[in-house]
């Protein structure tokens, strides 16, 4: 890093970086090149060497790549309330898709923020006396426009559609509630909304049949936007994907998978062969994951849907009755689950805090209480905010979906305070650039950094952004592609990547090696950005 002498020559470009090799973001073969930035834009790539730039970045045997790109995350609060969420920013990440698995903070009304934001305190970590009032998606996407230093896209999340014209049960969503359910779609679309997400395991939106959101998807197919789901993972894998695409067909939109991969050996594979022989010839189609196996969410994931049927203030005591027990006992059953292999990752309160980190297993063998009963003992006590890690499964059984030429980057990350999290919220990035590349040789690093920027930003509809071209803005990362590494593990996860030196949002210089730089204006460099379909 360094900056020129203005006294003896005015500079060419405010940022100048200088010597390095251009990965373009578009699957191109890489180049040398140097990159003049002028305010939020990439005014000039090529042989720059007597050029000065009022900010200069030395990336003589680094890469210059786009900016990344994180399409499913569960940042939507630290967003609102960290200016610069290091623990994204350090891995290259300048723009969030934000309000994944059709859960979130907006948009609500006077009687669902309560509950949005109690139902959510162990995913996005927003504290009620937060709220400041916003109720439209738009307003809340306003909230964080020159907030914060990355940018930032959002959904339509449809369980708070859904919750607020219908409330929070297993009841049908009636003609006068759809045309209401409707109404917001297209205001979320007008707005600037990607499309709809769903999470059809999560709160209220489980109780959503096929014929429901295929009329909520053809309230945003003149917008072109995108569907983009968790799936019906509960019902396993292959009906789960086989209902997003009968959705997609019906409604004429595109869709999107949230987060798949298989939970057995070759679970995968099937699902790949499937998408390739059949479900890519029906619709549009593409998907993300994060480069690990094992999940993370919250506990109360686990429990029966008609917890929350009254809305999750009133799940605890729901949890109370002996019914409710005995199902919820039937339910770990039917799962198969080995809670010797869940961790607890965080609880909201200073009573557990120390079984952050124990398994399930230890947890319950210390209550001294059948699993059922000690699983919601500690719901109860936390309020039901209690986050898990699932440490199940090979790492390298995701390997095919992260090669596939339909797959982009999710992180699904999910951070927390202190929290024993998913070491993904810390090391997505770095792991596809780093040893995916190097160690197990997946693909090209022309590739890895394609799936992490250029093919994301054409998806979702991201004009002018994450492809490293004259006229674009200037969101770039520079990394050193010999050392880039992920050191977040599953027993210390809050450990940044290394190997990652610069980061910039909109031509400002937000990061350098994992230490945020300082802004030096009232209004931050990320902005809201508005989905403009191809």
């Known amino acids: 890093m360094s900056s020129s002498d203005s006294s003896s020559t005015t500079p060419e470009f405010d940022v100048l970086i200088k010597g390095g090799t251009v990965i373009d973001g578009t699957r191109a073969p890489r180049v040398t090149a140097d990159v003049g930035i002028k305010g939020d834009q990439i005014v000039a790539l090529g042989d720059l060497s007597s050029a000065?730039?009022?900010?200069?970045?030395?990336?003589?045997?680094?890469?210059?790549?786009?900016?990344?790109?994180?399409?499913?995350?569960?940042?939507?609060?630290?967003?609102?309330?960290?200016?610069?969420?290091?623990?994204?920013?350090?891995?290259?990440?300048?723009?969030?898709?934000?309000?994944?698995?059709?859960?979130?903070?907006?948009?609500?009304?006077?009687?669902?923020?309560?509950?949005?934001?109690?139902?959510?305190?162990?995913?996005?970590?927003?504290?009620?006396?937060?709220?400041?009032?916003?109720?439209?998606?738009?307003?809340?996407?306003?909230?964080?426009?020159?907030?914060?230093?990355?940018?930032?896209?959002?959904?339509?999340?449809?369980?708070?559609?859904?919750?607020?014209?219908?409330?929070?049960?297993?009841?049908?969503?009636?003609?006068?509630?759809?045309?209401?359910?409707?109404?917001?779609?297209?205001?979320?679309?007008?707005?600037?909304?990607?499309?709809?997400?769903?999470?059809?395991?999560?709160?209220?939106?489980?109780?959503?049949?096929?014929?429901e959101l295929v009329e909520a998807c053809q309230a945003m197919a003149e917008y072109d936007g995108l569907y983009v789901s968790h799936i019906r993972y509960k019902k396993t894998l292959m009906p789960a994907i086989e209902e997003l695409v009968e959705i997609g067909k019906r409604a004429g939109v595109k869709v999107h998978i949230s987060h798949m991969k298989g939970q057995h050996p070759g679970q995968a594979e099937e699902a790949l062969e499937y998408i390739d022989k059949v479900a890519r010839h029906e619709v549009d189609i593409s998907f993300d994951v994060y480069p690990y196996q094992p999940g993370s969410t919250m506990l109360h994931f686990l429990l029966p849907y008609e917890v929350f049927e009254e809305g999750p203030r009133k799940a605890v005591e729901k949890l109370k009755?002996?019914?409710?027990?005995?199902?919820?006992?039937?339910?770990?059953?039917?799962?198969?689950?080995?809670?010797?292999?869940?961790?607890?990752?965080?609880?909201?309160?200073?009573?557990?805090?120390?079984?952050?980190?124990?398994?399930?297993?230890?947890?319950?063998?210390?209550?001294?209480?059948?699993?059922?009963?000690?699983?919601?003992?500690?719901?109860?006590?936390?309020?039901?905010?209690?986050?898990?890690?699932?440490?199940?499964?090979?790492?390298?059984?995701?390997?095919?979906?992260?090669?596939?030429?339909?797959?982009?980057?999710?992180?699904?990350?999910?951070?927390?305070?202190?929290?024993?999290?998913?070491?993904?919220?810390?090391?997505?990035?770095?792991?596809?650039?780093?040893?995916c590349v190097r160690d197990h040789k997946l693909f090209s690093l022309e590739d890895a950094v394609y799936k992490l920027s250029g093919c994301a930003a054409q998806r979702f509809g991201m004009e002018k952004r994450s492809i490293l071209k004259q006229g674009n803005y200037a969101d770039i990362v520079v990394f050193n592609p010999e050392t880039v590494q992920d050191n977040a593990t599953y027993s210390d996860p809050q450990q940044y990547s290394t190997g990652i030196e610069y980061v910039l949002t909109n031509g400002v210089p937000i990061v350098h090696n994992n230490q945020p730089l300082d802004v030096n204006s009232e209004t931050l460099p990320g902005r809201y950005v508005r989905y403009q379909p191809r």
């Open 52 to 211: 000065k730039g009022a900010f200069e970045i030395d990336a003589t045997g680094k890469i210059v790549a786009p900016g990344f790109v994180d399409v499913h995350n569960h940042s939507d609060s630290w967003l609102l309330n960290t200016p610069n969420f290091l623990s994204k920013t350090s891995q290259g990440f300048t723009t969030e898709v934000i309000m994944a698995d059709g859960i979130s903070y907006a948009p609500v009304d006077r009687c669902t923020a309560a509950d949005w934001i109690y139902y959510l305190q162990s995913l996005d970590g927003l504290y009620p006396e937060e709220y400041t009032g916003w109720e439209s998606l738009e307003d809340y996407m306003n909230l964080l426009d020159g907030r914060n230093v990355q940018n930032v896209m959002t959904h339509i999340p449809y369980a708070n559609l859904r919750s607020m014209h219908c409330g929070f049960g297993r009841q049908r969503v009636d003609d006068f509630q759809m045309k209401l359910i409707c109404s917001e779609v297209r205001k979320g679309m007008e707005a600037g909304a990607v499309g709809i997400s769903t999470g059809l395991d999560y709160v209220a939106q489980c109780f959503s049949p096929t014929d």
């Open 321 to 435: 009755q002996p019914e409710m027990q005995q199902r919820f006992k039937y339910g770990l059953e039917n799962y198969l689950l080995d809670i010797s292999a869940i961790q607890i990752a965080w609880v909201l309160t200073e009573k557990n805090k120390q079984h952050q980190g124990k398994m399930l297993s230890q947890y319950v063998e210390e209550t001294g209480l059948p699993k059922e009963e000690a699983l919601i003992k500690l719901l109860i006590e936390e309020e039901m905010a209690v986050l898990l890690v699932f440490n199940m499964g090979d790492d390298r059984l995701v390997d095919p979906v992260l090669q596939h030429d339909l797959y982009m980057m999710g992180t699904d990350g999910i951070y927390m305070d202190g929290g024993v999290i998913h070491p993904r919220q810390f090391g997505s990035a770095a792991r596809i650039l780093g040893p």
